[in-house]
Structure formats: C-alpha cells, structure tokens
C-alpha cells in the first residue's frame, strides 16, 4: 500500500474524529435495530429513528465508506457484519460500547487532554468533578453500560487468555475487579476443577452475580463486594486481576498489589491481563489506550520493564510474560 504524502496523512488524521461521532449517532439513534430485517431506504428509515433524511444518509453513506453499513442501490441501505454489532443485545455488545466510550462523559473527557498533558491528572476529574469509577457509582445507568461496553472491547480476549496460560492445577482462582465475570467465566471452563472468586464494588457486584448465574457458574463462584485499595479476598493459588493495574499509576498500583501479596498462598501467583507496550514506533493498541488511561482515570500502559519494576516494588517477581491471540498478554509473577 502507498504511504499517503505528508499533508494528506495529517489530514486523515486530523478528521479520523468525525467518525466515532457519526458510530454515535448510528447507535444513539438504534440504526441498527431497524436494519436487521432487512435493507431499508433512508427516508422510511428516518421516520422510524426521528432523523431528517438527507442527514442521516449523509451520515450512513460515510461509514458504508468504512464498512459499517452498504449502499445495496441508490438511497438503500443495509448492514455489513460489523454494523450489525451494533444491534441491541448483538453479542460483541457494540452499540453499548460506542454508546460509552464516544458519549459524553468520554468524548469531553478526550477533549480534555490538554489539561492532563498540562498538569498529569485525569481529564475526566477535571470536567466531570469526580473520577471515574465514582461518577460511575453516582450514575447506575452510565456505569451499567459502561459494563456492557467492557465485554465488547475486550470480548475476544477471555478466550484468549483461556487458551494461552495452563491454569490447570489451581484450585481457587481470585478475579480481583473482575467486573461481570466474563473473563473469570472463560477461565472456570477451561480449568473445570477450580473454584472462583469474584471481588468488586457494590454497583457491580449484582450484575456479576446475574450474568454468572446465568453462565451456569453460580456454585463455582463466590461474588465478594469490596474495594481493591482496602483489601482482597485471602486464600487463591492464583489472583486475577484484568485490566486493573493500567487503571492506575504506580502508588496506588503499589496499594492493589501489596494487598495482593499478602492474601496470596505459599506458591502462589498472579496474574496481569494487560496489553504490554512494544518497544519502537510500531503501531500497537496499547498506545492510543494509554492516553485513555491519561485522560480518563489517570492509569498508564506499560512496558514489560515497567512491570517488572512495579512488581519488584511490592514484592513480587515477574517470571514471564505469556502472549495471547488477542492484544492482550499475561504478565506472571510469584512472591519474591
């Protein structure tokens, strides 16, 4: 593929952010919903959404350029495969995923990113007057889909994780933060003789006990409602924890895993789900996500050594790093 000159790369950079709003749009909307019987003209289609036609086909025609939707004859349109993500109750859980990550709450918090590059605190606290995790504790239906967009983004790498790392011979597994379950869930069936503990806040915890219920997991699975910072679960061969420690910087990652080290078992491990930073100026999802974590809830990526360092600062020894087929790798390490 040719390497677009100079400017025009620039530019597609410059205006790459059009098209989140637009996803937006479509979601907020329900485009989705009422393409799933079939192909529909943008007019009957705008009536059904509360759209003005020649707007929503402007909009539609834009991201059939980027695969979302298809124009099957002039003015009709229908969906492709990643637009049907965006269905309600689709499995990818998309439309919950663009619904919180581009809506408000997020989209000012990236507008925001000066203020953190300015200043290293979280834009999210800046516009919001609180952090994240408890405005999403004051706001139930923001952070029940806020929940649901996690499965959608990290939705390939459960399985991933599964099947990368042998968890056989571990007996209690410890899901510290884990949300709904859904990692921990992939976890129980690949290793069918260990039990689970799920650790998180009060507004999760519910949610989590529903979804494991219906996983069929209920009487594998202890749900513990609690705060990571004051405390875990004590007693697990292995401690989970996915997608936590980028949430933080290093003083409170130090908190999380000085409390992990000392719940963990003689011989125990632990476990990172993190996506590490290569080095180089190769492209890796890991670095646009770190400015998330800058802007949002004031966390970073890291790179292998950094994790190292982290650990060895709690007390723990990083022993290897396990890639998956996802983004995603497993960072192991044991006491001492």
Not at 4 to 24: D, E, I, N, S, V
Not at 70 to 79: D, I, Q
Not at 240 to 263: E, K, T, Y
Request: net charge negative; charged share 20%; aromatic share 6%.
């Amino acid at each position: 593929m040719d390497t677009p000159p100079p400017g025009a790369a620039l530019m597609q950079l410059t205006t790459a952010f059009w098209l989140p709003q637009a996803l937006y749009v479509v979601a907020r909307l329900g485009v989705a919903d009422h393409l799933a019987q079939g192909p529909r003209d943008v007019e009957a289609l705008a009536a059904a959404v509360g759209a003005h036609p020649p707007a929503l086909r402007r909009v539609l025609r834009t991201l059939a350029a980027h695969g979302v939707f298809t124009e099957v004859e002039p003015g009709r349109y229908a969906l492709t495969p990643v637009g049907a993500t965006l269905r309600s109750g689709a499995p990818e859980a998309g439309r919950a995923t663009v619904l919180s990550l581009v809506g408000p709450a997020m989209w000012q918090s990236a507008g925001a990113l000066l203020h953190s590059v300015q200043t290293g605190r979280p834009a999210f606290d800046h516009v919001h007057g609180a952090p994240v995790f408890e405005w999403f504790g004051r706001q139930p239906e923001e952070g029940a889909l806020f929940n649901d967009a996690m499965i959608g983004v990290h939705g390939a790498e459960p399985a991933a994780v599964a099947a990368a790392y042998d968890f056989s011979g571990v007996a209690t597994i410890v899901d510290v933060g884990g949300g709904t379950g859904n990692l921990l869930a992939a976890v129980l069936r690949a290793a069918p003789d260990a039990r689970g503990v799920l650790q998180d806040l009060p507004h999760v915890v519910a949610p989590a006990r529903e979804r494991l219920g219906h996983l069929g997991l209920a009487d594998r699975v202890e749900v513990v409602e609690g705060s990571f910072f004051d405390g875990v679960p004590p007693g697990g061969d292995a401690y989970l924890l996915s997608h936590v420690i980028h949430d933080w910087d290093d003083a409170r990652c130090g908190r999380i895993l000085d409390h992990v080290r000392a719940a963990l078992r003689p011989g125990g491990r632990v476990l990172l789900v993190e996506m590490v930073v290569p080095p180089g100026d190769a492209p890796h999802p890991s670095k646009v996500l770190d400015l998330v974590m800058l802007a949002v809830p004031g966390g970073q990526e890291r790179t292998a050594d950094e994790y190292r360092a982290l650990l060895a600062a709690a007390g723990l020894r990083l022993t290897r790093i396990v890639p998956t087929a996802s983004p995603v790798s497993v960072v192991e390490a044991v006491a001492g």
